[in-house]
């Protein structure tokens, strides 16, 4: 687990689609994409009815261990799962694990949805923009920047990341592989007086090879 990424609810929801397909259950994100694409020459009615809950909280279909929940038939009396679509699985054995229902397979549990999300300025000071941004709490500074990049820009390597401390009369490094609150940005909710989110500068160091 400590491998898993941390994601907002805003991150998954926009997996939607048929080749790019990621659900929730119970706090745990799932990507399909690869179950999906494996079955393109056997499609059927079940996946079809999957599709529809791409990006969504399927939390209600299953126990707390993964497992389908169940209802009685009222045809046969027999138990029957009450989401069909978790009885398909990829045709071929290196896009699944044997034996194993896609909301327990750990090849497709990619992560884990964010306990609480935080805001932080980036303050980009050659351009004297300021952006804010929603992360996961768990997030560490290379997650913030990785998405930073991702999202607004692509040279976000070439700039130098830094904190402000002591009052805000001197610059401080940031620990990379820490998180907000292990950098001393605490969260402004938990403050006693309405303050601003937690800024991160980003210095320009006229370097545009580095990612």
């Known amino acids: ?13 926009i997996h939607n689609k048929k080749d790019d397909f990621w659900i929730v259950i119970h706090g745990n994100v799932f990507d399909l994409t690869p179950m999906l ?4 020459d056997s499609w059927n009615k079940n996946l079809d009815y999957l599709l529809a809950f791409g990006g969504k909280d399927l939390s209600h279909f299953f126990h707390l261990n993964h497992e389908p929940i169940t209802e ?37 549990h990619i992560g884990r949805i964010t306990k609480r999300e935080r805001k ?3 303050i980009n000071t050659l351009t004297g923009s300021t952006t804010l ?17 991702e999202r607004y820009n ?3 390597g070439s700039y130098l990341w830094r904190k402000f401390s002591y009052g805000g009369h001197c610059p401080g490094n940031l620990k990379l592989h820490e998180t907000l609150d292990g950098n001393g940005l605490l969260d402004e909710e938990e403050s006693d ?18 990612a």
């Open 120 to 122: 932080i300025r980036i």
């Open 72 to 108: 009685i038939s009222g045809r046969s009396g027999k138990p029957r799962v009450l989401f069909p679509p978790i009885l398909e699985t990829a045709q071929s054995d290196f896009c699944r694990t044997p034996c194993k229902l896609w909301s327990q397979d750990p090849r497709y």
């Open 133 to 149: 941004m929603k992360v996961c709490n768990e997030d560490s500074i290379y997650d913030i920047q990785r998405k930073y990049k």
């Open 37 to 40: 694409s494996d079955r393109q």
């Open 154 to 156: 692509l040279h976000a």
């Open 1 to 13: 687990m400590s491998n898993l990424r941390y994601f907002l609810y805003d991150e998954v929801c």
């Open 193 to 210: 007086i309405e303050l601003p989110p937690p800024s991160i500068w980003l210095y320009y160091t006229d370097d545009l090879t580095v």
